[in-house]
């Protein structure tokens, strides 16, 4: 089961690090797609933990997925019965899901933390500049100033709407362009041709749209990819994320390098009728979860009838996952973490991490506590996906990066056989439940030991071990003194090794 | 021809054919306006009348009405205080801080360099602090009409600008002779070359052509209708004998300026054209110009062309039959009839109907000055408090301007910006693929991460503002409002839905409520107030790049 990370008796995550891939490819035309939820996607509706379910009909008994019609995926986790699209992927060894993704702190503001997941930035930080902005930044420091080049040609990234994606923004630009039609580079905000009025003012706007369509530095390179390349599947019809899914596979098909397309789809702040009442199948989370998977799945069958489908993975992404406890209005409020997903055959299939454990007394408000920090999903895709040194995804990112197995080198593999990358992480906490004082016992092989407790929240509230300790056993004390009763989450964290486990306090 | 065909010609349509014989599209003539006064009416007065009024501005101006508005427009205003050294060390005399307007150069020719970029930070700032005043509108007017250039001593431009400025909306007539002798105008167009031994008549030439008569159609040989070559010749010879005096000079006890040297003055009768009714000149030495100014000026039809330059400048490109029977002509003659003094004549126009006509309302599309100064001063920018800094803040709004094909002290041609003369293309010369990068590079620049000037990032600063509109924490009232601030026509619903997909993406409307509220109630939460701030940022980005936002 569990893999020896080993290699000349260093573990892996402990040396600089090259790409996984840079041997195969040296050139690299990896695209990088991905796919934004807008709103906070309800992670524990579309990715089930069978084995909580007992729990979580206690919590979120108005909008649970009966449990005959969830799509299983292993014994212990299925997906919501809308996406069996993505999990075809899962079972053909297309599908990395990394549970409970996160960041100490977690702010359940929309903007504030879409702007930490956009910039990377610590919770406590504002950063102006997005983590692939940085990225590209790092290999083009004079962008925009002599861009598109002979060298260059290419829009570096193309956001799918009307403007730019913060994840790409740079100290002086963004490296993104907007794209709504690859036919017609006139950005939707400028309205639909035609709708100008027979006036002055009317013939002046229709020159100026005119015009600034034209005159897109990029406008050859995109019309031209649009023109030579083709789709090759049918996609879902009213389906505005397969429709930005649909071009991109076009661009991709017809040569443009771009290397990173962003898409969105919004409308996950389902706050209320999440499901309708009485009929958890149904709601607008179901119709939004089948619109993502449908238009994953025509996507990668896309780029599979193109054979084109091993230069790209997606990955997609929201601002927070939802609480565990659903509301009146059968809905769910803004919560903590989820889980994400990165799709394509190059991806390590499989799940990271161990589902959430769900009290059997959830208090209001909880969320689920993160086990891996979202800006070591970000590195380790830089670092196997665009082959950043490890270094660099440090100044990057954050300085305390731990690299995740979320890719390998391509592969078709089915899920049975993949790689099991983790080695199970023995820790507990006792007594369990406690009054004011727990232990936590772990074993460690003399890594660098991160060991932290988080409220139901979500916010990490003490940090109980931050260095390197020897191989062995060891026991650390939490002094829960003062605080209030009810559920509390140890993180322990060993190098990339993350997990997270309940305690509750009396 | 009327403006819907003129307007099908300018896009290279064949007029007629299918189309019905349409009616002039605008009536309205130079009779005042009594519709109604409101926020559009307000706005779009200051927003021709000024490089971009603020929000405040326009509310103001909304509620004290049309006349006071106007007459605040026109009111007298201190001449500004003149630029200063902003960061030279090595001029002996002018530390910095000081001004250099009247202080000598000295043998290192490096002190040249500064007191250019001196005049051109001064005017940006001068620009960004007009308050509600026409004065550096008309400026900028006279600026593009007399069109000096290639002239690079800061001390003559500064003494050049100085004397538009305190034209603006005087008499034409006197600031023409004022101009003529003018030493930067003597530079530029060879005036001070022009003698008795070796008549020089590029100033001449343009003084009929472009500064006050026009050239008519092309009578007879030589004969441009208003005035002749020979004209040409004969009042080359009355502008002989001037010079002038101070070019880069390091002798402190010379000011720049001109004389009349007698020497080099033509002294003999000066016989014109039956185009101005065969008038002879008589040697009047140093006031012998003046005399030709007001022999000119007897024409009306000086007075016609500089109310189309100014139509030009404040209303729209196209001038159509309704246009110059019912605006030009009436405004023409209210110029003379007020010994061409700017200001009734301008006060007409801006207060006609035809102005506040809605057809006449959105149709500019903006100069690159009006462009950078609507996206900075609508919405509040600090620039930072030191001089030098901030000097630099504003000179990278002039360099943005010079990318964007409109350099201040320097036209491209005697005729001025291509924009307001160039057949058939007009303001649409300051749009192609060289100047649109530039113009979303700085709006993409103001609106986000600014641009560094010492420790300080000059960019829109949305919250303050935001919470002078009303119900900022309505999202629709939020965007229906920054498209009235922005815009000077409706746009349709699809692009408000749009544009709320940039405020709250994917959201419902009451999460914008929710975390506006939330920002309001944790005003020392900065991560919170940058994140409302981010999302406005993002909202006003959006907006600026739209081809709307081009339009005035």
């Known amino acids: 089961m569990s893999l020896p990370i080993l290699l000349n008796g260093f573990r892996l995550s402990a040396m600089p690090r090259r790409s996984l891939f840079s041997t195969l490819n040296t050139d690299n035309d990896r695209v990088l797609v991905i796919i934004q939820l807008n709103g906070g996607n309800d992670g524990l509706n579309m990715l089930i933990p069978l084995d909580q379910y007992d729990n979580l009909a206690n919590a979120r008994l108005n909008i649970l997925i009966p449990e005959v019609e969830i799509l299983n995926m292993t014994d212990t986790l299925g997906f919501h019965p809308q996406m069996s699209g993505v999990l075809d992927l899962y079972n053909n060894a297309k599908l990395n899901i990394i549970q409970s993704v996160g960041y100490p702190e977690q702010n359940r503001s929309h903007f504030r933390s879409t702007d930490i997941w956009t910039s990377g930035s610590p919770a406590d930080e504002s950063w102006t500049t997005g983590w692939l902005g940085r990225y590209f930044e790092s290999n083009h420091a004079e962008f925009p100033e002599g861009y598109p080049n002979e060298e260059f040609p290419h829009p570096f990234a193309i956001t799918m709407g009307s403007i730019v994606s913060e994840t790409c923004q740079g100290s002086a630009a963004n490296f993104s362009m907007t794209l709504n039609d690859p036919f017609s580079l006139t950005p939707l905000t400028q309205g639909a041709p035609g709708d100008v009025p027979e006036t002055p003012y009317g013939e002046e706007l229709e020159f100026l749209r005119t015009t600034i369509a034209q005159s897109n530095a990029y406008a050859e390179t995109i019309t031209e990819a649009a023109e030579t390349g083709a789709n090759r599947v049918d996609y879902p019809e009213g389906n505005r994320l397969g429709e930005q899914l649909k071009n991109v596979a076009l661009l991709i098909s017809g040569g443009l390098q771009t290397k990173v397309y962003v898409v969105s789809i919004g409308g996950f702040d389902t706050h209320a009728n999440q499901v309708e009442a009485g009929k958890p199948l149904v709601g607008e989370h179901s119709t939004l979860l089948q619109n993502l998977s449908e238009a994953i799945a025509a996507f990668q069958a896309d780029l599979q009838a193109q054979s084109l489908e091993q230069r790209v993975i997606g990955m997609t992404f929201s601002e927070f996952g939802r609480q565990i406890r659903s509301n009146d209005s059968f809905g769910t409020d803004h919560g903590s973490a989820a889980p994400l997903m990165v799709f394509g055959p190059c991806v390590n299939p499989g799940v990271l991490g161990d589902n959430p454990e769900i009290p059997d007394q959830v208090e209001p408000q909880s969320g689920i506590p993160m086990q891996f920090d979202f800006r070591d999903v970000y590195g380790s895709v830089l670092m196997d996906w665009f082959e950043v040194a490890e270094e660099e995804v440090r100044t990057l990112l954050h300085n305390d990066f731990q690299y995740m197995p979320v890719l390998q080198p391509c592969s078709t593999v089915s899920a049975q056989e993949a790689i099991r990358f983790e080695q199970e992480i023995e820790a507990e906490a006792f007594p369990n439940p406690f009054r004011n004082w727990a232990t936590i016992r772990f074993r460690s092989e003399g890594e660098w030991v991160r060991l932290s407790i988080f409220n139901a929240l979500g916010n990490e509230i003490r940090v109980l071990s931050n260095r390197r300790l020897p191989a062995g056993q060891h026991e650390v004390k939490f002094d829960g003194h003062g605080l209030p009763a009810g559920n509390y989450y140890f993180r322990l964290q060993l190098d990339g090794r993350q997990k997270t486990k309940r305690m509750l306090k009396l | 021809m009327d403006r819907r065909a003129t307007i099908a010609t300018l896009l290279g349509r064949k007029p007629g054919a299918a189309q019905p014989v349409a009616a002039p599209l605008v009536n309205s003539g130079l009779e005042p306006y009594s519709g109604p006064w409101g926020y559009e009416q307000a706005a779009h007065l200051l927003r021709r009348s000024m490089f971009a009024p603020t929000y405040e501005q326009i509310k103001t101006a909304e509620g004290q009405g049309m006349n006071s508005t106007i007459e605040q427009l026109f009111a007298p205003v201190p001449a500004p205080a003149p630029p200063l050294n902003h960061f030279y060390q090595d001029d ?268 006449n309302v959105g149709p500019m599309i903006k100069n690159p000055l009006d462009f950078i100064l609507s996206s900075i001063k609508t919405f509040g920018v600090e620039f930072p408090p030191g001089l030098g800094a901030r000097y630099n803040a504003y000179l990278r709004l002039f360099s943005s301007s010079v990318l964007q094909q409109m350099e201040y002290y320097a036209p491209p041609q005697v005729a001025g910006w291509k924009a307001y003369y160039q057949e058939p293309q007009y303001y649409r010369t300051w749009i192609n693929a060289t100047t649109l990068p530039v113009r979303m590079l700085i709006t993409d620049t103001i609106t986000t991460s600014g641009f560094p000037a010492g420790d300080f990032r000059v960019r829109i600063a949305p919250l303050a503002f935001v919470e002078t509109i009303e119900n900022p924490n309505d999202p629709n009232a939020l965007i229906e409002e920054f498209v009235r601030i922005l815009f000077p026509q409706p746009i349709t619903d699809d692009q408000k839905a749009a544009l709320k997909e940039v405020l709250i993406p994917g959201l419902p409307d009451f999460e914008w409520t929710v975390e506006y509220n939330l920002y309001l109630a944790n005003p020392d939460d900065e991560e919170l107030a940058e994140a409302v701030a981010t999302k406005l940022r993002q909202l006003l980005q959006a907006m600026l790049s739209m081809p709307e936002f081009y339009l005035s």
Request: glycine fraction near 4%; charge should be negative.
């Open chain 2, 92 to 359: 002996p005399l002018v530390p910095v801080g000081q001004t250099w307007v009247d202080a000598p150069y000295y043998d290192d020719v490096n002190a040249r360099g500064y007191r250019r970029q001196s005049l051109r930070a001064w005017t940006m700032e001068l620009l960004f602090n007009e308050g509600v005043s026409i004065r550096e509108k008309l400026t900028l007017f006279w600026h593009n009409h007399f069109a000096v250039s290639n002239v690079n001593d800061a001390k003559y431009l500064y003494k050049h600008i100085s004397l538009l400025r305190k034209y603006a909306w005087g008499n034409f007539r006197e600031l023409v002779k004022e101009v003529t002798i003018d030493p930067a105008m003597l530079q530029f167009l060879n005036g001070n070359q022009n003698s008795q031994n070796a008549p020089n008549e590029n100033f001449a030439r343009e003084l009929l052509e472009l500064f006050t008569i026009g050239k008519g159609p092309l009578a007879d040989s030589g004969d441009y209708t208003h005035y002749t070559e020979e004209d040409i010749r004969q009042m080359a010879r009355v502008l002989t004998g001037w010079r002038d005096v101070g070019l880069f000079s390091t002798n402190p006890d010379v000011e720049v300026g001109s004389v009349f040297l007698p020497f080099r003055h033509d002294t003999g009768a000066k016989q014109l054209s039956h185009r101005f009714d065969n008038t002879v000149i008589n040697d009047l030495g140093d006031q012998e110009y003046a005399h030709l100014i007001d022999v000119i000026f007897q024409k009306d039809e000086v007075a016609r062309f500089i109310c189309r330059k100014l139509y030009r400048w404040f209303i729209y490109y196209v001038i159509d039959e309704n246009a110059e029977q019912n605006v030009i002509q009436p405004m023409a003659q209210m110029l003379v009839d007020n010994d061409y003094e700017i200001r009734p004549a301008l006060e007409a126009l801006l207060s006609s109907a035809h102005f506040f006509d809605m057809l």
